[in-house]
């Protein structure tokens, strides 16, 4: 199956590393115009660099900023940069998110709305900025990225598996809304992608070896595995797939231990 995105431009909202860099990896070899975010430019300038870098190697049009993605008028800055450039909004992937383990009587109500804000909000103000720009060419594709948690209770935060089911009824809202109007949308819901978030949360390989081996598929995910559906549900592959909610799993969340 030969996927293409010549021509076309993705928004990736958090792409400096991990899963929302190797989609946009996947899209830049597929000859798609990357627009992606990113947090924090001390922390991941060198990630947003070297993604900049990939691009200029392949020979296709990238832009990054450092971008406070539950800021509507940053968010809407973005947007409107895109827009100076010529670019469409033919893509939108959101994949900002961020937990550290937090024992539920620990949590307070800032811990709670900050992590609903970058897990749930800022979905919603990506999604607010960009949808009119699609519904006005009467066509788009949408990935949000989840979290398998959204079945399992998670491993410890009860913010983070509450905003990333939010997703699930967000996702079914654009899609009942926003379907007729030819712009698609679906959820991908990953769990133990190899990834530094999980080495930072599991540092000994023994703990991540531990942690493969109770999957049915025998080891850990890696982003790739997810970029990989990602870029078919946003290609015409996939252009009777739409309102879906997709476990990239190894078949863990159901079958494993």
Known sequence: MNITFCGKTAIVVGAS?????????ELLRGGCHIAFTYRDPQAF??????????AAKLG????????????????????GRIRKEGWSADYLVYSAG????????????????????????????ALHLVLPLMAAK???NIVLIGSAAVASGGGGRADYVSAKAGLEGLNRAVTREYAPLGI??????PSLIETDLLEQRYPDPDQRAQLARGVPLGRLGQPED?????????SDQAAYITGQSIFVDGGRTFCGR
Request: hydrophobic letters at 45%; one cysteine or more.
């Open 17 to 25: 590393r991990g899963i929302g860099a190797a989609i946009a990896k």
């Open 60 to 79: 296709v049009p990238c832009l990054s900023e450092a971008v406070n993605c539950i800021d509507e008028i940053e968010m809407a800055r973005f947007v």
């Open 226 to 234: 997810v970029a990989h559906l990602v870029c078919f549900l946003l």
């Open 184 to 189: 698609r949308c679906n959820l991908v819901h």
């Open 138 to 140: 009467k066509s788009g």
């Open 98 to 125: 961020y937990t550290s383990p937090m024992p539920f009587a620990d949590l307070n109500p800032t811990n709670w709305r900050q992590g609903v804000d970058i897990n749930l909000n800022g979905a919603f103000i």
């Open 45 to 54: 300038q060198g990630g947003a660099e070297k993604l900049e870098e990939y």
